[in-house]
């Protein structure tokens, strides 16, 4: 089919900020946008529609956005002197959140689209060429988004698929529940699809996405009688696929990790030893203040359960330092916390304020100083823990997915079963495929080993 001559030989630049759920969505404008004639970019300079997929989450994070913007209209105006056009679009949870202060300080975007509402960014496209103003769509569309997102391109042999959609826990610091919308789950049809048509393409390892992934639930496919699937039941599924060797999940909530999900855990092997489990503090006066839901022992019980079902499992988290409110005993309660656990690996921020949640409007703020010397106490500790989950790999043999190659010639890099980067000297021929690899070398944040030529001739 020819296009029309003006829809052929575009390009597109498109920066990702943020979580999974932002790379996945960003894949699949992409993929949305090809059939229209565009490619990929690989600068803002030489496209001809730049978009920039956004993050709410902290303060950071949003103001980011500003500055890329200001950079664009620089890029912009010197492209209209050379007589060419640039289509500047705002996507994901800034757009959502910020629609119309975006269009204010920002009046060079063109386009300004939801997380649920990206499918429509063709139509979007129409408007905007059109020049009748800027275009801003906010709809949560998130059914209408998945059924339009029919087709889907592997890059690699790892690839994320988003089976859940929003939150609806409204933890007082978080604007996850206003960005992105209430809970949805995907049909285990439509993801086994996704999922099959990925594995055919050579994908071996799929990281199921959701913003509370463990919330998923649905009715079994069409043809099943009985009650509705939770997650453990979709990862047996999902694992019966051909040419999946390797599932794992990311963000569980420590409320939704149910029996049949730690089941699953411990009796699929293609379930990874990883779980991701943010708690974000120990203190059960800021657990409750955060509205999560649960207390320190809660989580504690939970990791218990989940250990022994799966006694190799890397347990990883989130947390967050200075919420209003939090005392050195509270925030001691955080150290006495993770110590307990004792994390593979984990992330920790400081407290951001967000315009519109409970959090931002709560007495006590705690001063920025006295967050920074937290956030270094906490990290310190996470960084023993991490250093030393790493060293115990040291002389064990595990099966590394090979995924891209390194720096050095010659060299591969893939991912343990703990998802710890692992680099060896291998033949590209190996790219895509899992083998042993005996762990000789460790540094803070990768593994190198050798592969396990004994092992290999036996397999
Ligand atoms: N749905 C996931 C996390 C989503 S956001 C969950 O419930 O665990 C990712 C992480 O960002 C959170 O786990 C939290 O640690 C952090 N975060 C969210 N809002 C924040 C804020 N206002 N300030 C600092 N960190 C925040
Ligand atoms: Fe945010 Fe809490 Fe929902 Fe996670 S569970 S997305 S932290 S509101
Ligand atoms: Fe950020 Fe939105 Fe993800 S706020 S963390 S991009 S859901």
């Known amino acids: ?20 759920m932002n790379v996945y969505d960003s894949e699949r404008m ?42 664009l209209k620089q890029i912009k105006t010197a492209k ?13 949870c800034v757009a959502q959140a910020e629609g119309p202060e975006i269009k204010a300080r920002a009046p060079q975007v063109d386009i300004t689209v939801g997380p649920q509402a ?20 906010t709809d949560f569309a998130v059914e209408e988004k998945f059924d339009r997102l029919a087709d889907r391109k592997a890059d690699g042999p790892t690839a994320f698929v988003t089976i859940q959609e929003g939150c609806d826990k409204f933890c007082t610091f978080c604007v996850v529940p206003y960005t992105r919308g209430a809970e949805v789950s995907r049909s285990v049809d439509q993801i086994t699809d996704e999922v099959r048509l990925l594995a055919g393409q050579g994908v071996k390892e799929i990281t199921l996405l959701g913003q509370n992934v463990n919330a998923w639930r649905h009715a079994p496919p069409a043809g099943d009688a009985g009650d509705d699937w939770g ?68 989580y504690l019980r939970q990791i218990e359960r989940i250990r022994a079902a799966r006694p190799d499992i890397a347990i990883s988290g989130d947390f967050i330092v200075g919420f209003p409110g939090e005392t050195d005993e509270d925030f001691q309660a955080t150290l006495d916390l993770v110590t307990e656990v004792e994390y593979a690996s984990a992330f920790s921020f400081k407290y951001s304020r967000r315009p519109g949640t409970p959090g931002s409007v709560m007495q006590k703020q705690v001063p920025e100083a006295l967050k920074d010397e937290r956030l270094s106490l906490l990290q310190a500790l996470l960084d023993v823990q991490r250093r030393s989950f790493n060293d115990a790999q040291r002389g064990r043999t595990l099966p590394v997915l090979f995924e891209k190659t390194g720096r050095h010639e010659g060299q591969l890099v893939g991912r343990s079963p703990y998802l710890q980067s692992v680099h060896v000297t291998a033949p590209k021929s190996m790219l895509g495929s899992i083998a042993p690899v005996k762990i000789k070398g460790v540094t803070p944040n990768a593994l190198a080993g050798e592969l396990d030529k004994r092992r290999e001739a036996a397999a």
């Open 1 to 20: 089919m020819t296009k029309p001559a003006q829809e052929q030989g575009k390009s597109v630049f498109i920066r990702t900020y943020g979580c999974q």
């Open 30 to 71: 992409a993929g949305l946008l090809k059939p229209l004639g565009y490619g990929v970019a690989d600068a803002p300079e030489d496209a001809d529609l730049v978009i920039l997929n956004t993050c709410h989450i902290r303060e950071k994070a949003a103001e980011k956005v500003y500055s890329e913007l200001g950079r």
């Open 80 to 92: 209209k002197t050379a007589g060419e056009e640039l289509t500047i679009a705002v996507a994901g």
């Open 118 to 137: 990206y499918h429509r960014l063709p139509e979007l496209l129409a408007k905007a060429a059109r020049k009748d103003g800027a275009v801003l769509e």
């Open 231 to 298: 997650l453990g039941e979709l990862c047996r599924h999902l694992a019966k696929i051909d040419g999946i060797e390797r599932l794992r999940f990311t963000t569980s909530h420590p409320r939704d990790m149910d029996d049949g999900l730690i089941a699953a855990l411990g009796e699929e092997e293609k379930l990874m030893p990883y779980l991701h489990l943010p708690v974000q503090a120990g203190s059960d006066q800021i657990l409750k203040t955060m509205n999560r839901g649960h207390t320190a022992e809660d």
